[in-house]
């Protein structure tokens, strides 16, 4: 038997190995990394471990021990390069055949790196993965002042992190506000406001026009001004792995198009994680999330779909963020709502957004609010038409919505 073989050791491949033994999958298990580290823990890269809170020991998903345990075969290290559908196998860079009876694809990705002047230059950071992190923060090291292109969650955590160190920092947003993807205008502007008391030189509706220096970066040029700086950081947001997927004639459409058992067309061959772009009945259309939440719960999915069980995918997405002292966590998605309800003073710095839909709450947007967040959690799966009055009214317990 050729087992399982499964191309990414992220948080993705590792789940699903896991859950296939956790089943008692009987087969081989071949879990395969192109990165020299076992699978661990992205999310602290930006925060804890960038802070240097976080020592490197609890980046690990798994103790040292538990591969062998569990009779996973782990193979970091190794890049795949191509699949053979027909033979059922995929070659690693080497030229080494591996065979498969199911094939887990969890490739994620790289951080995209953008199309600018200087963009080459050293002192020009990426973070996706454990050594972009290590040199960004060998870099950190002794410097004065950071500029960090794009506003999204991980250029913000790090501005928050590298703050904490003692660093100047300038982000340069192209969009209006901070979070202006995923988040509602007011967390947004909220979380913007937030950066400048801490000393944050945040821009928005600033496009970068070209990273300054000759043999290191210096800093940034934008529109008749330039920002001066020891280091960069381009956090532009994430470029999907799905080239083994296209050259293997499986349908890509920004994500490897999966079905609610996380399979592709090819019966043998699933995709979860960040790469995977899968049928939501609960939001109308295919979704690709980026997150924990997802990385887990549709690689359990897939496992429990090899063991031919009867299951399928359709979450309620989940997501936080730390940046200072402040954790958000986001439930659910915001598109399409037509009513926001807060609940909570944000001046006081714990606060929760509620988002609904024709009466129906479809998101809510948490700030050390870790009760109402939970409760929304519930709520939204179970198709909750909460009262906006009563939602918004601190005097009604949060539990008092889930009887
Ligand atoms: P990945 O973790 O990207 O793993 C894919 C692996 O496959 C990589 O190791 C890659 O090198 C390897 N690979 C790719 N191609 C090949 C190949 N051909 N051969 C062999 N190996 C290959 N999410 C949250 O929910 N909350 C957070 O607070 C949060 N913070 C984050 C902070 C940072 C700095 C980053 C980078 C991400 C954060 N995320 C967060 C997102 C979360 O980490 C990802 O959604 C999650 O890691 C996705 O897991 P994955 O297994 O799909 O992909």
């Known amino acids: 038997d050729a087992g399982v073989v499964i191309v990414g050791a992220g948080q993705a491949g590792l789940s699903a190995a896991a859950e296939l033994r956790k089943r008692k999958y009987e087969g081989t298990i071949t879990l395969i990394g192109d990165e020299p580290a076992p699978p661990y823990q992205r999310p602290p890269l930006s925060k804890g471990y960038l802070s240097r809170e976080m020592p490197l020991d609890r980046l690990w998903l798994k103790p040292e021990g538990f591969y062998a345990q569990a009779g996973i075969a782990l193979r970091t290290g190794t890049r795949i390069k191509a699949i053979d559908t027909s033979a059922k196998s995929v070659i690693a860079d080497d030229g080494e055949r591996i065979g498969y009876d199911h094939l887990v694809l969890a490739t994620g990705g790289h951080a995209r790196r953008l199309n600018l002047p200087g963009a080459d230059l050293p002192g020009v950071h990426l973070l996706r993965n454990l050594a972009e992190a290590d040199a960004l923060s060998a870099d950190l090291e002794g410097a004065r002042r950071l500029a960090i292109v794009g506003a999204g969650y991980i250029g913000l955590e790090v501005a928050a992190s590298a703050r904490k160190r003692g660093i100047e920092v300038t982000v340069v947003e192209m969009a209006e506000r901070p979070m202006a993807r995923t988040a509602s205008a007011l967390l947004g502007g909220w979380f913007g406001a937030i950066h400048r ?74 995709a979860v994680g960040d790469v995977a772009r ?15 939440q997802n990385a887990i719960d549709q690689a359990k999915i897939a496992a429990q779909s090899i063991l031919g069980m009867n299951v399928s995918y359709d979450p ?88």
């Open 197 to 270: 008391g801490y000393g944050v030189d945040l821009r928005g509706s600033t496009p970068v026009k070209a990273i300054l220096g000759e043999t290191r970066a210096q800093g940034l040029k934008l529109d008749g001004e330039e920002i001066e700086a020891d280091l960069v950081l381009i956090a532009a947001g994430l470029e999907i792995q799905t080239g083994l997927a296209e050259a293997a004639g499986l349908a890509v459409d920004d994500g490897i198009l999966v079905d609610e058992q996380a399979r592709t067309g090819d019966p043998h061959i699933y």
């Open 278 to 292: 899968f049928p939501s009945a609960r939001y109308g259309r295919t979704l690709r999330l980026e997150s924990v």
């Open 316 to 403: 309620v997405p989940w997501f936080w963020s730390d940046q200072y002292e402040l954790k958000l966590q986001i439930a659910g998605l915001i598109e399409g709502a037509d009513t926001m309800v807060r609940r909570g003073d944000p001046e006081e710095g714990r606060f929760a957004l509620f988002h609904l839909k024709e009466g129906r709450l479809i998101a809510c947007e948490a700030v050390n609010a870790a009760p109402e967040y939970m409760a929304a959690q519930r709520m939204i799966a179970a198709g909750a038409t909460p009262d906006p009055a009563r939602l918004r009214d601190l005097g009604v317990a949060m539990k008092d919505f889930l009887s």
